[in-house]
């Protein structure tokens, strides 16, 4: 008994399969020919063994169609998801920029201004020009952050 049970229970899954895969195949509009002599075939009452043979044979295609559809939504999925992250990665990156012009005092400039100041600003090859405002910068956000509390002072400017 327990050695017909595992195999009723894989034919139990196989019938069941099927069973909802042709109600998925009777639902679509425009089923392939491969899709419709399925139907055709696990419909049929009486088959003959060479029916049965091309039954099988088409389920196993029809199984292998079905793994490749879900393969390629995970794929599209996982695609999906990464550029999620990146978008959400820039958004954050931005966010952070943008509040470095108000830290800095200068949310009232335009555009024009401030594109035009930064410009001058990435000619500037002078490091020792950069270290100034390197230590500049480090202790207007140390001391944001310490009047903000703990964590990412620009984040906490917010």
């Known amino acids: 008994m327990s050695e017909n049970q595992p195999e009723h229970r894989s034919e139990s899954r196989?019938?069941?399969?099927?069973?909802?895969?042709?109600?998925?195949?009777?639902a679509l509009k425009a089923p392939s020919a491969h899709q419709?002599?399925?139907?055709?075939?696990?419909e049929k009452p009486n088959?003959?063994?060479?029916?049965?043979?091309?039954?099988a044979v088409l389920v196993r295609a029809?199984?292998?169609?079905?793994?490749?559809r879900k393969a390629r939504t995970d794929v599209a999925k996982l695609l999906d998801?990464?550029?999620?992250?990146?978008?959400?990665?820039?958004?954050?990156r931005l966010i952070q920029q943008g509040l470095l012009f108000d830290l800095?005092?200068?949310e009232h400039r335009g555009r024009d201004e401030l594109l035009g100041a930064l410009l001058a600003?990435?000619?500037?090859?002078?490091?020792?020009?950069?270290?100034?405002?390197?230590?500049a910068g480090k202790a207007l956000l140390a001391q944001k952050g310490d009047?903000?509390?703990?964590?990412?002072?620009?984040?906490?400017?917010a």
């Open 47 to 55: 088959r003959s063994a060479d029916e049965d043979r091309k039954l």
């Open 81 to 92: 998801a990464e550029k999620t992250a990146a978008r959400k990665a820039r958004n954050h």
């Open 14 to 26: 196989k019938s069941d399969w099927l069973t909802d895969r042709l109600k998925y195949l009777r």
């Open 104 to 106: 800095a005092g200068l």
């Open 121 to 135: 600003l990435a000619k500037t090859d002078d490091p020792t020009r950069w270290e100034h405002w390197q230590a």
């Open 147 to 157: 009047a903000a509390g703990k964590g990412d002072s620009t984040a906490e400017l």
């Open 62 to 68: 029809e199984k292998a169609d079905e793994r490749v």
């Open 36 to 42: 419709r002599v399925l139907l055709l075939l696990a």
